[in-house]
């Protein structure tokens, strides 16, 4: 089956310092990769896409500048919370979507990491 | 606008018992519905995947069923255990873009 990792798995800073979230897919080539935030008993909400190779697409309202995205290969993406601050306080998940000669999923289906939860004092 | 809407937002049953969840979805033109399971601080896994063409499709004691023409989808859990507790998501994907759509979740507490 398809696997996606995240580390670390939860982290506690404090305001000011930057964060870096690693997803890996562990066995299978992902073209595009997904990072996600979500609060508390709410859906998970689309930061950015990012595409192996190319800068990563951010939807309204996040801030490029503050979450940077790295998707340097087939098999990792990076998303670092720079100046963290306690809003930045979330669950951040990732996804990563098989490359288009895949074998693993279908539909373009969409394989999620288990989270990283990011704590802010 | 692409919209994915859950119901009912949260539900509270007794171990042993069946409980449907409800989609329903604008998302057009439409590619495929998926019905994920999150439990809490963790990410979600898929249940089952549904193209057009697919009214049904179960994956042990969960079933989901598809409706096209009137863009409504449902979960069916059999036999609630305990380890249902959790958020059911639905995803629908289409509309012009490859980014689907997530419905907000709903919430299924399972009691002994």
């Known amino acids: 089956g398809a696997v996606v990792s995240q580390h670390p798995s939860w982290v506690i800073c404090k305001s000011g310092t930057s964060v870096k979230i690693e997803c890996r897919s562990l066995?299978?080539?992902?073209?595009?990769m997904f990072w996600y935030r979500q609060f508390p008993k709410q859906s998970l909400m689309l930061m950015a896409t990012?595409?192996?190779?190319?800068?990563?697409?951010?939807e309204q309202g996040v801030e490029k500048d503050k979450f940077l995205i790295n998707h340097a290969s087939l098999t990792l993406s990076t998303l670092t919370v720079t100046s963290a601050h306690p809003e930045d306080s979330s669950f951040y998940i990732c996804?990563?979507?098989?490359?288009?000669?895949?074998?693993?999923?279908?539909?373009?289906?969409?394989?999620f990491g288990p989270g990283t939860r990011l704590t802010v004092l | 606008k692409n919209q994915v809407e859950q119901s009912p937002q949260s539900l509270i049953i007794l171990e042993g018992k069946n409980c449907t969840l409800q989609?329903?979805?604008?998302?057009?033109?439409?590619?495929?519905l998926r019905w994920y399971k999150q439990d809490t601080g963790r990410g979600p896994v898929s249940l089952t995947i549904?193209?057009?063409?697919?009214n049904t499709k179960s994956n042990g004691r969960y079933t989901a069923t598809l409706d096209a023409d009137t863009k409504q989808s449902s979960l069916h859990i059999t036999a609630s255990q305990l380890s249902d507790s959790a958020s059911y998501i639905c995803?629908?994907?289409?509309?012009?873009?490859?980014?689907?759509?997530f419905g907000r979740g709903t919430s299924l507490i399972v009691h002994p």
């Open positions: 989609c329903n979805y604008t998302v057009s033109p439409f590619s495929n």
């Open positions: 549904m193209t057009f063409s697919e």
């Open positions: 996804s990563a979507r098989e490359s288009s000669s895949g074998r693993v999923g279908s539909y373009n289906e969409q394989f």
């Open positions: 990012s595409n192996e190779g190319s800068k990563a697409t951010y």
């Open positions: 066995d299978f080539q992902a073209t595009t």
């Open positions: 995803v629908v994907s289409g509309g012009g873009s490859y980014i689907p759509t």
